[in-house]
């Protein structure tokens, strides 16, 4: 069993805003697990993991923009608890059967907001408060059932809720802490709307990890490709806890990290924590794939793009290998690790409001070290975790 199939599970739906991460930091500070996972995912996919709620997180776009992005309109006659954040509401309001329209003046940044005490949401909360806003739409009438409970001098429903569908729509952030209230509003939707228990913590999840990794290798070899990014970086600490020795780990080094960080990254996996590693040098293969580039968004997916050359074309040079360490490149190693990276390097181009934010497009569930591991014919498991995710 895995660690999140032990817990309540809430489930974040991507639509690109800045604050998505953190609102899945937040959710965890109160002792419910959460997983983002893309705007675009199938009600059948999401009810599969049987959440306890979800939320809809904010975004760049305008709801009524040709290429909006709108999650699957079941999500929201399904029964399930649900939290719309600022873009998030809007889209609430507009699929629901409200409107949204383009406000006279937008809010940015601190606002005095009034609160409705009698808000399951707001219970014992000050009735007027400051808060964190960043919109210039604004939804401009309720849906059938909803009824305002917040409101700023600019923006007259800064919050909705139609508490029989366990459903509420918030203009503001309450993730930030510039909304000092943000932490008990969450806490309220979680708990009483969504009745979480708060049964999950960090550690309990690190110990839960680290045994499915055991079950799931065995006694088996296992290959991490490490970028020294935050995100590989875990896994491959986690994966190294779990079956030690039985580990190699190869740093593709891309050139791109700061001067002699490089060095850094192989001092401590290798020396501190005493990992069997292989550095390579593709930091050619990668400033050659970069040359003449100036776009941000082309420049991750000519990093993404080199990370799969250089895997099923060899384009690198191994420039270090530490004592003891296997050799973690047969030809069926290369080719399935190519393989995975190019269906995730597909899959994360079509997927533009949640993966615009990578930096870089070759996968698109890193922190769910669940969705990195593959086996091949030989059973070698490999546990690829590159690119990391804004956090």
């Known amino acids: 069993m895995t660690s999140t199939g032990k817990h309540e599970l809430v489930l974040i739906l991507d639509f690109g805003g800045q604050y998505t991460q953190l609102i899945a930091r ?42 909006a992005p709108v999650c699957d309109a079941d999500v929201l006659e399904a029964g399930i608890p649900l939290l719309g954040i600022c873009y998030g509401a809007q ?29 399951s949401l707001f219970r014992g909360l000050p009735a007027e408060t400051s808060c964190w806003m960043s919109h210039t739409d604004r939804i401009g ?17 800064a919050a909705m809720e139609n508490p029989d569908r366990r459903q509420f729509g918030i203009q503001f952030h ?50 991490c490709a490490l970028s020294g990014g935050v995100d590989s970086s875990v896994a491959t600490t986690l994966v190294h806890r779990a079956i030690g020795g039985h580990l190699t780990c190869v740093f593709v080094d891309t050139g791109l990290l700061r001067t002699g960080e490089g060095d850094r990254v192989e001092s401590l996996f290798h020396r501190r924590f005493d990992m069997p590693l292989v550095r390579i040098d593709a930091s050619a293969r990668f400033f050659a794939s970069l040359k ?3 776009e941000p968004e082309k420049k991750r997916k000519a990093i993404g793009a080199a990370f799969i050359d250089c895997s099923s074309r060899g384009h690198c040079t191994r420039t270090s290998s530490n004592p003891g360490t296997q050799s973690p490149a047969p030809s069926r190693v290369t080719t399935t690790l190519a393989a995975c990276l190019q269906i995730s390097h597909s899959r994360s181009s079509n997927r533009s409001a949640s993966c615009s934010r990578m930096k870089c497009a070759t996968l698109a569930a890193l922190w769910d070290y669940r969705k990195n591991l593959w086996t091949d014919n030989r059973s070698l498991v490999l546990a690829w975790a590159s690119a990391s995710l804004e956090r």
């Open 292 to 294: 003449g580039v100036t």
């Open 141 to 157: 009438a309720i849906p059938p059932g909803f009824r305002p409970i917040a409101c700023t001098l600019a923006c007259p429903v």
């Open 174 to 223: 309450p993730e930030v802490v510039h909304t000092p209230v943000g932490r008990d509003i969450l806490r309220h939707f979680l708990f009483e709307a969504a009745g979480c228990s708060g049964d999950w913590t960090m550690s309990g999840f690190v110990a839960d990890a680290i045994q499915d990794i055991r079950l799931r290798i065995g006694d088996e070899r296992a290959l």
């Open 26 to 67: 937040r959710v965890r500070e109160l002792h419910v697990f959460c997983e983002i996972t893309p705007f675009d995912t199938p009600l059948e996919t999401l009810a599969a993991r049987s959440p306890k709620a979800i939320i809809l997180s904010g975004g760049p776009a305008s709801v009524y923009a040709a290429s």
């Open 91 to 119: 889209l609430m309001a507009k699929l629901l059967g409200g409107s949204v329209e383009h406000a006279p003046s937008g809010e940015y940044g601190k606002t005095i907001v009034r609160l409705d005490e009698s808000s």
